[in-house]
């Protein structure tokens, strides 16, 4: 019997079951329900998967599909990994976790997960902090929220991901743009959209 892979928790709705290249070589994904929650699964052979390259690029992928069906979707994403031995062992997690899924999915509705890195040019001299505190003033009044990364390297002058109003996607692409067209010593690396795993904090244990 094959096992439930978790991609994420959404608002339970028709439309959730889809053709796609998912974890572990499955073709499709499809919703395990309680109530108004449900899980967005495909079924995989193992409970401990191996996070290859790939599998974690369909794992996001899977989520960006998810949120980006019929106009968009709010999604409570899971870390990869998250897997389940049948449909009642994820839906007892599911009655156990509904209050703190319910706040979560309240808290990040109908925003997406943006990334920006600012890396200086080889032997530029910058003020950081004078950098960082521009790229704050002109991006934080356009998100609802933001989390600082970790600098892995001493050319990296800001790492951060910031929680975004579908909304407001388009006033933040520009702010980006300008920030780029301000400074001729940095470079800008913006990634997204991705769910918004940085902004989640529901943790809960595979069965």
Not at 8 to 34: N, W
Not at 56 to 62: M, Y
Not at 133 to 156: K, M, P, Q, Y
């Amino acid at each position: 019997m094959s096992n439930r892979y978790v991609y994420g928790i959404v608002e339970s709705d028709e439309g959730l079951a889809f053709e796609t290249d998912a974890v572990g070589g499955a073709d499709r994904v499809y919703p395990v329900e309680h109530r108004r929650l449900a899980a967005v699964v495909s079924d995989i052979d193992t409970t401990e998967p191996e996070e290859t390259d790939e599998d974690a690029k369909r794992h996001d992928e899977v989520l960006r599909e998810l949120m980006e069906r019929d106009g968009g979707r709010t999604v409570v994403p899971m870390q990869f990994g998250m897997v389940f031995e049948s449909d009642r062992a994820l839906k007892n997690v599911l009655r156990g976790a509904r209050p703190a899924f319910r706040r979560t999915m309240n808290d990040v509705e109908g925003t997406v997960e943006l990334g920006v890195k600012v890396v200086r040019e080889e032997d530029a001299d910058v003020d950081r902090e004078a950098v960082v505190e521009d790229v704050s003033e002109r991006l934080e009044s356009i998100a609802d929220g933001s989390v600082e990364n970790g600098l892995f390297s001493d050319r990296l002058v800001l790492n951060r991901s910031y929680l975004v109003d579908r909304d407001d996607r388009e006033a933040f692409d520009e702010a980006v743009a300008t920030l780029e067209e301000s400074y001729d010593d940095l470079i800008f690396k913006y990634s997204g959209p991705f769910a918004p795993y940085s902004f989640v904090d529901v943790h809960i244990g595979a069965q």
